[in-house]
């Protein structure tokens, strides 16, 4: 039970004019209960990417398997169904996809699609609501008169409440204020942790990659360039660099540090472990300096 | 959606993509007005020499050109059946109730369908090699003495560029929205007739509503940037008129006089 891209290849509009090769021969696998950050330049394929997982793109060479799913180019779409209930897939300014009349409706139409029945999808509908964070006066409004961060946490519950297995989100995070970034990375983390659930997020930003992840795919022009635990990734600054890809703030800072001469005990990935490791190396150096005295 | 050729340009660097858009327009529409000056193989065989010879010169591919019919197909065969099925005179070779196959019936509904492929790929020829602001600024151009007669010219031609320029972002959108709801569960294209037109609401909901967002924005930026239309606003593309396009309607000029002496 994982996800698995064996030699992928996809290429949007073939024979025509306006072919375009996105994906070239990948090979990854994302294992269940993973939390995945999926990085890489726009352009550099990682939309196409996600949109294999529940089978609105078929590769054009290759196949995946996601869990007892196998997809060829050759898969119907009919057969698709039931791994597009187990994917859950929310697209970036999923603000976007909203129609309903009311805020609950829109929550519940996932469900409903997949065979729940009114009363089932509505109780889904409003736990799911709870678990992001909407107020229950909300559940009745329409969702064109709530504010972008609230529309896009409709969004989620709306993903959520089809109660996927696993969850990809295409940078959730792109527009939302700093508080509502970090409860919205919060609840990733706890649907992570509590839900066991599978998780693959787009993004650009690597302190988000630091702090929630454990494993990194990246992309450059429809290539795969790593597939890694965050830690290897991270190891080799001058790499990031040479392929555009940047540091965490807290790894940032420590490596201009170590440019100045101060070493370290592994680059640390976030301000947590820059604060330990500092707080260590003061002590030795107190340490020292009495020794001296 | 990416099989809608009509209407898109494909950037390259042939004499067609470089001349001027209201010759082109120009010649677009008088090709359509000769097209009818046709009336046997001869003036058939002339004017499809000359569509191949400019669809050749446009160094664009021929499959291209037929793709782009593609989606016609059904508009064109209606039309040749209709032709073909209610045409009298000649020599009748099949008749039941109201239908009848006739030798004028069948050569009618040839030269019909000849008429409409020709038609569809010039103006196909005009839109690959034209990109749609050179369109507009062309119609702009083109209308400019209805000023005179108080027709709003800059705005109709303000009109048309935005709704060309946001063809392409529209379809887009519409594709992601596609994608969203296909992603909630949404199967498009199954179920009755009743079942699939409630599936549009998912679709055309949100694309309204962002298309209004985006008007107003749009209006926003133009006024802050101080955009003000009228006769007395210059232009960032300028147009050229070259001996290109005086060679072009030359040789339009020619082919209309050598349908005149082919016609029957």
Redesign the interface.
Known sequence: MAIEFKHVSYT??AG???EQQALDDISVKIEDGSFTALVGHTGSGKSTFI?HL?G?LKPTAGEIQINDQLITPQTK?KEL?DL??QV??L??F?E????EETVLKDIA??PK??GKSESEAEDLARAKAKLVGIDDQLLERSP?ELSGGQMRRVALA??LA?EPQILVLDEPLIGLDPVGKRETMGTFKQLHESEQMTILIVTHNMDDVANYADQVIALERGKLIAAQSKQEFFSDPQWLYQHHLGLPRAAEFAAQLMQKGMQWDGLPLNVDELARQLVTKVKECNQVGAKDE | M?NIILGRY?DGDSIIHRMDSRAKLILSLYFIVIVFLCNNWQTYALLGIFTLACVLLSK??MS?FI?GIRPLIGLILITVLLQLFFTSGGTVYWQWGPFKLTSFGIINSIYIFCRIVLIVVMSTLLTVTTTPLEIADGLESLMAPLRKIKVPVDEIALMISIALRFVPTLMD?TQ??I?????????FGEGNLFKQAKML??IL??LF??SIKRAEDLAVAMEARGYQGGPNRTKYRQQHWHLADTVGIVVFLALTGGLMLLRG
């Open positions: 949007y509009q025509t004019p306006f949109q529940n609105l779409n169904d597009r209930h859950g897939i697209f970036q999923s976007n996809q909203l129609f139409f996932a699609n997949f064109f709306g993903i089809m | 990416s494909i664009i591919k291209f793709k959108e992601k929205i994608n969203a709801q296909r992603a909630r569960g949404v199967n609401i998912p909901i949100p509503v962002n």
